[in-house]
């Protein structure tokens, strides 16, 4: 996979209405170059969004803006980060976890810690909603329900997260997904940039984004979006993470999380 390395601020995109609204199985998002472009652009996915070249536009969907949170309380937060203790994350186990039971073990996919936020939490909590309120709408055309209490994650020198999407899971037999859980859109928001590796890696994409800090990724938590956080090679990677519910689709689960935090 090519590493793209393009850091323009991704808020001049048009919208992107392209939030997956079905709950039933859907086929493994594996166009060939030569396939019309899912963007609806015209041109083939190998010429537009699944583009090889060096240098392009980041694929329909996907969003970063860079230095969107002020660099001063950016490297606070990151030298509060260092400070505080974390615990080894857990990942959903996906044979016992039902959409209203979400069972997590540890799992070799992802080496990662969840920082403890301490008397700082209500404050990320916040800096998260606003994000959301900001941005959803703007690159989406959407309103959220609801996102999930934002985890403050650590990835120290060998840490990874193997390639998975965030909302849906994979019949290997049909080659089917299905949504297992209420993700319609991934926020990621990146505290520090002073470590080698980490990479964000769009495999059905061929596309990467090397993460600089105070900059907040969005893109759709649907499996064309499959992703992996890359092997921290040198120094801690610093990164928030939450996951929101667009209002109005049919949820998978009967309540929300119990980690839901409501947009009024």
Known sequence: MPHNMTHQNMSKQKPAPMIIESSEPVPDFNPSGNDPCYCGSGKSFGECCGSTRAVRPPPYGLFMFENYVDPELVKD????????????????????????????????????????????????????????????????????????????????????????????????????????????????????????????????????????????????????FLHQAETVKKGVRYAIVSWASVKGIKKVAQKPPENAIFIK
Request: glycine share 6%; charged share 30%; with cysteine.
């Open 77 to 224: 937060l990151t030298a509060y980060a260092n400070r505080m203790d974390g615990q080894r994350l857990m990942v959903i186990d996906n044979k016992q976890s039902t959409p209203d039971n979400i069972v997590k073990v540890e799992d070799k996919r992802r080496v990662a810690e969840r920082v403890d936020m301490g008397v700082r939490r209500q404050e990320i909590i916040d800096i998260v909603r606003s994000t959301y309120v900001d941005l959803a709408a703007k690159c989406y055309g959407k309103a959220l329900d609801w996102f999930e209490s934002p985890d403050l994650m650590r990835y120290w020198e060998g840490g990874f997260y193997l390639r998975h999407a965030d909302s849906e899971n994979i019949n290997p037999e049909t080659r089917t997904w299905s949504k297992v859980i209420d993700r319609d859109i991934s926020m990621l928001f990146y505290l520090n940039e002073d470590y080698e590796g980490g990479e964000l890696s769009f495999y059905k994409l061929n596309y990467q984004i090397r993460p600089r800090a105070g900059a907040v990724v969005l893109f759709p938590s649907d499996q064309r």
